[in-house]
């Protein structure tokens, strides 16, 4: 009976470390190089906690994947950019924007909810430039899946 137990723990000891090597690779050797886009066109709740939490979201995917081997865009139409209207108020999510976008992340938002809504991006929105306005969010979604990025709805 002893036999049988020194056996299995033996067993268990190779299989853990067999596990625990394939587990440790590199984020690099794990996720390779990715391109993905959030898409956010709902409302953030109580105390913005929805966009809190999406927010949080991509910056766990960078840290997982490693800041220099991902491309991240945030698309943003209907109530979702209320985003960055809230933003004008709100400290926290200003600072979770801006530290993304210093990482490289890219917020884009859509003309068509912008009109609608008659929303001024320049002084409604937080840190829109121009360059962050895309004609369509629907389309731009489908345009970036064509050029290979993931998307994902947090």
């Known amino acids: 009976m002893r036999f049988v137990k020194l056996l299995l723990l033996v067993a268990a000891f190779f299989v853990g470390g067999f596990v625990s090597s394939t587990t440790t690779a590199s984020a690099e ?13 709902y409302g953030g709740g109580e105390e913005d906690k ?5 927010l949080t979201n991509v910056q766990n995917h960078i840290n997982a994947v490693g800041k220099d081997h991902i ?8 109530d979702g950019v209320n985003l960055l209207r809230d933003a004008m108020k709100n400290q926290t999510l ?5 530290s993304l ?11 068509n909810t912008l009109t609608g809504r008659h929303i001024d991006y320049e002084n409604d929105l937080f840190e829109v430039f121009e360059d962050d306005i895309v004609p369509s969010g629907v389309a731009e979604l489908s345009r970036l899946q064509q050029q290979g990025y993931t998307y994902i709805k947090p």
């Open 101 to 111: 976008k210093t990482q490289n992340v890219q917020f884009l938002v859509c003309n």
């Open 50 to 54: 929805a966009y809190r939490a999406a």
């Open 71 to 78: 491309t991240v865009k945030v698309l943003l139409h209907g």
């Open 29 to 41: 050797e794990r996720y390779g190089e990715q391109k993905v886009v959030y898409h956010i066109n």
């Open 94 to 98: 200003q600072s979770d924007v801006t």
